[in-house]
């Protein structure tokens, strides 16, 4: 089983940048899918973006389309989510998670394995 963790989270002014890491432990990301989910205050977790480690397949929510851009490094064995153009919406807690299927997911459902979360929060 994978353990996750990630890092890269902080405080950032608007229209700023970030870069999540989301590093993997206990195995490799072969053969898994990797995505990225948050939940702000209140709110339900939402699906972000995701990645499939086997084939590079992506797939964006359309509120971070064209602004979010999920990438791996696999001489590190990690998933990062780099976050342009930051909004005050953007601010949440952010989920890596990691499925054992090559093929990716929005569905939270679909994602057995869970990192802490780092927290994203966006001034304006």
């Known amino acids: 089983q994978v353990q996750l963790v990630e890092s890269g989270g902080g405080l950032v002014q608007a229209g700023g940048s970030l870069r999540l890491s989301c590093a993997a432990s206990?195995?490799?990301?072969?053969?898994?899918?990797v995505g990225w989910f948050r939940q702000a205050p209140g709110k339900d977790r939402e699906f972000v973006a995701t990645?499939?480690?086997?084939?590079?397949?992506?797939d964006y929510a359309d509120s971070v389309k064209g602004r979010f851009t999920i990438s791996r490094d696999n001489a590190k064995n990690t998933v990062l989510l780099q976050m342009n153009s930051l909004e005050s919406e953007d601010t949440a807690v952010y989920y890596c998670a990691a499925r054992n299927r090559w093929y990716p997911s929005r569905s939270l459902n679909d994602y057995a394995n869970w990192g802490q979360g780092t927290q994203v929060t966006v001034s304006s």
């Open positions: 990645i499939s480690w086997t084939s590079g397949m992506t």
């Open positions: 206990g195995r490799t990301f072969s053969g898994y899918t």
